[in-house]
């Protein structure tokens, strides 16, 4: 073969592989998103929607109920861990422990929302906020009232309780007009100077 012919061998080449490139990128090109469409082949739809681990155990599920949606999360025993739920005014988030038993508690309404700590299935704090302000309460072990602060609608407060009891031993109230009052109390119930 002459240099002639090696030369328009080599072009020949390159041309086809140009032309044959264009071809295959007009038939074989990718779709393109346009934005504001939608390949409805793209999308599942579905009521709900579970993950499973490679052993088929539920992992997490998402569905939908007159309310709106739901997620819930499993720990590796089946039992339900975390589960978030939209309803009527706002929405909740529950957190529970290995043992079933509800750990927090995170609410959301119209008004306002809380957050409640637990041990044992019990909450033991609970802080909130409502259209007039916002609370704190705090129970002992005993379940018993410890200390509670807020805001209402006419002032504030601040209550120490008895651990025995839930008797108050100590109150600080302030109203709308900006007077208060301070009292204590020992734990036969007698006020101190």
Not at 107 to 125: M, P, R
């Amino acid at each position: 073969m002459n240099k002639r012919m090696s030369i328009l061998l080599v072009v020949l080449t390159i041309v086809s592989g140009l032309i044959g490139g264009a071809i295959s990128g007009r038939i074989f090109a990718p779709k393109m998103a346009i934005a504001g469409e939608t390949d409805k082949s793209k999308i599942l739809t579905v009521e709900e929607l579970r993950v499973v681990d490679k052993d088929g155990r539920v992992g997490a599920m998402i569905r939908t109920d007159k309310n709106g949606g739901n997620v819930c999360v499993f720990g590796k025993d089946g039992k339900t861990r975390v589960d978030m739920d939209v309803l009527d005014a706002g929405g909740t988030v529950l957190v529970c422990g290995n043992d079933s038993k509800l750990m927090a508690c995170m609410t959301a309404s119209e008004d306002g929302g809380s957050v409640k700590l637990g041990k044992n299935g019990e909450f033991i704090a609970n802080m909130g906020s409502t259209k007039y302000g916002g609370f704190v309460y705090v129970l002992g072990n005993d379940g018993n009232l410890g200390a509670s602060m807020g805001v209402f609608e006419h002032g504030g407060m601040f209550n120490a309780y008895g651990k025995a009891d839930d008797k108050p031993r100590a109150i600080m109230q302030v109203n709308e007009h900006g007077y208060g009052a301070v009292g204590l109390w020992d734990k036969n119930g007698y006020k101190l100077k």
